[in-house]
């Protein structure tokens, strides 16, 4: 068994010195402790704001994101029933004018060409704001609220290669939401009973190259409100995981690491995704939909294998419960980068 990682409870700086990890920052935390002062490193710190937010119809997501030598900025939908698919990706050189905030809640602005994205959190609240003028050859314009419950836990992780490499991030699940996206003509929504917001902060010094996945739901299941949050590859043999389950704002934290067996020459296989010691989780992910990302500028080629679709299993919950999923939908992805 993998030993109980270390629980931060007071704010703790994530780079001492001249950008070097900090050993007081690694651990995990229930709350946005962490403070993610990167320095340093120059052309290394990748920094990273996404947004996924699961509607009733609709599947929205915005990212800003900085490499250090350029700022990009990508927006997508998803119908489920019409399975219409749209991504929209801006790439600003350098990105003086894109200003991570070290904050996980702090606002953050990407402007470029008819496309702007922004995101302000005020008195409890996210205000997540996107105008796209040409979407699809029709004007996008989301504007959505969601919600932070005041006693709702968090996953805050620092991932710890060596002292030069390493990687924060935060992952906020169930956060209800209200609001619209209109596209053209066709306008969805958003309940906050039924509709829910995950956020993917990330900050830290990365490798040229990196391979990952992810696996993420959060959805409204029996009455109560249900995350999952799964990582793979970059996190193993590191002591630390990205695993947990939430349930009403509570976390589960899972200190073992998770297998993906999935068939990368057809990502819409069903996968597995198990932990690797016990059997404290034990879901199988059918995919019904695949999203393909592809960038390749310049120092920069990503290839980003995003499946979406439906969670069934069981996860054991540190109480003695055990969590059944039944049709859950979700995400899960393989990530390449090379940057």
């Not at 704010?11 to 070097?20: D, N, T």
């Amino acid at each position: 068994m993998q030993h109980a990682e270390r629980e931060i409870t007071k704010p703790v700086a994530l780079c001492v010195g001249k950008g070097q990890l900090n050993p007081e920052a690694i651990g995990f935390a229930r709350q946005p402790l962490i403070q993610s002062n990167l320095s340093g490193h120059f052309m290394r710190k990748k920094k990273w704001n996404y947004w996924c937010i699961y509607g009733e119809d609709l599947l929205f997501s915005a990212t800003i994101s900085h490499l250090d030598y350029a700022a990009v900025c990508f927006v997508y939908i998803l119908d489920y029933e019409t399975q219409r698919f749209y991504e929209k990706q801006m790439t600003i050189p350098i990105g003086r004018n894109v200003k991570m905030p070290e904050g996980v809640l702090d606002s953050v602005k990407f402007t470029a060409d008819n496309l702007t994205v922004q995101i302000v959190h005020i008195q409890g609240e996210t205000h997540l704001s996107v105008t796209i003028l040409d979407f699809d050859n029709e004007t996008l314009h989301a504007d959505l609220h969601i919600m932070h419950p005041e006693q709702d836990e968090s996953l805050n992780v620092v991932i710890p290669k060596n002292r030069d490499v390493f990687q924060f991030t935060a992952k906020h699940h169930t956060l209800p939401t209200y609001g619209f996206v209109k596209v053209g003509d066709k306008r969805y929504d958003f309940n906050p009973d039924y509709s829910f917001a995950v956020l993917d902060y990330g900050r830290g010094i990365w490798p040229r190259k990196a391979v990952w996945n992810w696996a993420m739901a959060s959805q409204r299941i029996g009455g109560r409100r249900i995350g999952l949050n799964f990582g793979g590859k970059w996190t193993d043999g590191t002591g630390m995981t990205e695993n947990a389950v939430f349930v009403d704002g509570v976390m589960t934290k899972i200190h073992e690491d998770v297998l993906f067996t999935y068939n990368p020459k057809n990502f819409m296989a069903p996968w597995k995704i198990r932990t690797k010691f016990s059997d404290s989780v034990d879901v199988t992910f059918t995919p019904f939909f695949e999203r393909v990302s592809l960038t390749n500028v310049q120092l920069v080629r990503t290839e980003v294998h995003q499946v979406v679709g439906y969670f069934n299993g069981r996860v054991h919950l540190g109480n003695g419960e055990t969590l059944q999923i039944r049709q859950m939908l979700g995400c899960s992805e393989e990530h390449n980068a090379k940057w």
